[in-house]
């Protein structure tokens, strides 16, 4: 069976250098009926392992150490055997959250996590955060940007472990270089696709978004 992309909606609180806001996370499932790896899981444990059912969790990816895409991936991955994964340049941010849990194996751009039969290619994005990463899967067309590239524009980068700089590199250079019809599948709001956002990069530049 091939392997399909889920989508599940949750809930809460994202908190940073003082501040914290209510916010919506998109939680992305990709697998068939035997297997699945779990992207950004966040907030909602128990919805995140209803959604998983009885597959078999291959990983715990998070694309970024911010608390929003992390606070429930160390109870799916307890309570499923999954492993977690991240870049460990987002592991001051992890810990944060996690401080008594250490993630289980570390992102690298250019490696890569198979299941069902497809393979999801991690690409190093940072400038949401220091250690922020994208997954392509090529079979699917698809991209999974955590908050590095939005409908409309870059995430945010005015606040700590961010630079707005490097992310605009990171979308040229990793991600505006995917096919245009790769849809994005983005961490926050609505899909997009990589040819509907190219053409807007200098515009963004200009105004410093």
């Known amino acids: 069976m091939s392997a399909r992309i889920e989508h599940l909606e949750t809930f809460g609180a994202f908190s940073l250098d003082g501040g914290t806001w209510e916010v919506f996370n998109n939680v992305w499932l990709v697998g068939d009926d035997e297997e699945v790896v779990v992207i950004d899981p966040a907030h909602d444990a128990r919805a995140v392992l209803e959604a998983v059912g009885g597959r078999s969790v291959v990983a715990v990816v998070c694309t970024h150490g911010h608390n929003d895409h992390v606070n429930a991936a160390v109870e799916v991955a307890d309570k499923s055997g999954g492993p977690i994964l991240i870049h460990p340049h987002d592991e001051p941010l992890w810990r944060s959250v996690h401080p ?17 039969g497809t393979t999801l290619r991690v690409l190093g994005t940072p400038g949401h955060t220091w250690g922020a990463v ?76």
Do not use: C, K, M, N
């Open 134 to 209: 994208s997954l392509y899967a090529p079979d699917l067309g698809a991209v999974f940007s955590g908050d590095t590239l939005f409908q409309g524009g870059p995430g945010a980068t005015g606040r700590s472990y961010s630079s707005f700089p490097t992310i605009i590199e990171s979308i040229r250079d990793s991600l505006l270089t995917l096919p245009a019809d790769t849809v994005v599948h983005t961490g926050h709001g609505p899909t997009t696709t990589i040819g509907a956002e190219a053409p807007h990069l200098d515009g963004w530049i200009q105004r410093g978004f």
């Open 100 to 116: 008594d849990r250490a993630p289980d194996a570390w992102l690298a751009h250019g490696g890569s996590v198979a299941v069902a």
